[in-house]
């Protein structure tokens, strides 16, 4: 009931304009199967960026705006995984039907293997959400969210640093995944164990 209760008011607390530009974002991002022959690298950039930059969105919704100011029945935890919710679910729904969609318009071989690029984008879209949920326990606004992209941003530049063999961006060959590719399983337990305690009771009083 209390949850039932929560969500309505939650929705409408909820800053959906980033989610709405990420959105926006992730359908351009796929610009490239347009091409007569795309490049492979194309069409996974495309996944990538899209799952990322609708995490990056999602994780918008997060801060509590009044949170540190009034005191509320309803327990942080349980505000936080609704907020959670209720961008992380239409922010998957968004990027399946992308990935259903590039699958159907390009060869599939250069979407494959279909687990791999699932699992670079789940990391992809959940460590800025995990960042984000880190930013908003410590700073209920909008600069709190900014540590999603910020991190995201690092990340980023920095896995750009390893090539061939040792970049994580490759794909699985013949042989199995590499040492960096076995990153990634490692990165997305990562991202839920930060968010699981990102979003746990404060022991602050205003936000309990």
Same mark, same amino acid.
């Given at each position: 009931?209390?949850?039932?209760?929560?969500?309505?008011? +939650?929705?409408?607390?909820?800053?959906?304009?980033?989610?709405?530009?990420?959105?926006?974002?992730?359908?351009?991002?796929?610009?490239?199967?347009?091409?007569?022959?795309?490049?492979?690298?194309?069409? +996974?950039?495309?996944?990538?960026? @899209?799952?990322?930059?609708?995490?990056?969105?999602?994780?918008?919704?997060?801060?509590?705006?009044?949170?540190? $100011?009034?005191? $509320?029945?309803?327990?942080?935890?349980?505000?936080?995984?609704?907020?959670?919710?209720?961008? %992380?679910?239409?922010?998957?729904?968004?990027?399946?039907?992308?990935?259903?969609?590039?699958?159907?318009?390009?060869?599939?071989?250069?979407?494959?293997? @279909?687990?791999?690029?699932? %699992?670079?984008?789940?990391?992809?879209?959940?460590?800025?959400?995990?960042?984000?949920?880190?930013?908003?326990?410590?700073?209920? $606004? @909008?600069?709190?969210?900014?540590?999603?992209?910020?991190?995201?941003?690092?990340? %980023?530049?920095?896995?750009?640093?390893?090539?061939?063999? =040792?970049?994580?961006?490759?794909?699985?060959?013949? @042989?199995?995944?590499?040492?960096?590719?076995?990153?990634?399983?490692?990165? %997305?337990?990562?991202? +839920?164990?930060?968010?699981?305690?990102?979003?746990? =009771?404060?022991?602050?009083?205003?936000?309990?």
């Amino acid at each position: 009931m209390t949850i039932r209760l929560l969500i309505p008011h +939650l929705a409408r607390a909820v800053s959906w304009w980033p989610f709405g530009a990420a959105v926006a974002l992730a359908v351009l991002a796929q610009v490239s199967v347009l091409a007569d022959e795309p490049l492979d690298w194309a069409v +996974l950039s495309g996944l990538w960026l @899209a799952a990322g930059a609708l995490g990056a969105g999602a994780g918008f919704a997060l801060p509590d705006l009044m949170g540190s $100011t009034v005191i $509320t029945p309803v327990p942080r935890w349980m505000r936080q995984w609704l907020r959670t919710g209720l961008v %992380l679910l239409p922010a998957v729904l968004v990027w399946a039907l992308i990935y259903v969609g590039v699958r159907e318009t390009v060869k599939p071989e250069l979407t494959w293997p @279909a687990g791999f690029v699932i %699992l670079q984008a789940a990391v992809c879209g959940l460590l800025p959400i995990a960042a984000a949920a880190v930013g908003a326990r410590h700073r209920n $606004t @909008a600069a709190g969210a900014l540590a999603g992209p910020a991190v995201q941003g690092v990340l %980023l530049v920095g896995s750009l640093f390893f090539t061939e063999q =040792e970049s994580p961006w490759a794909m699985p060959g013949p @042989a199995g995944w590499t040492a960096a590719q076995h990153g990634w399983p490692v990165a %997305l337990v990562l991202a +839920l164990v930060i968010l699981l305690l990102a979003n746990r =009771e404060s022991t602050s009083p205003a936000s309990a």
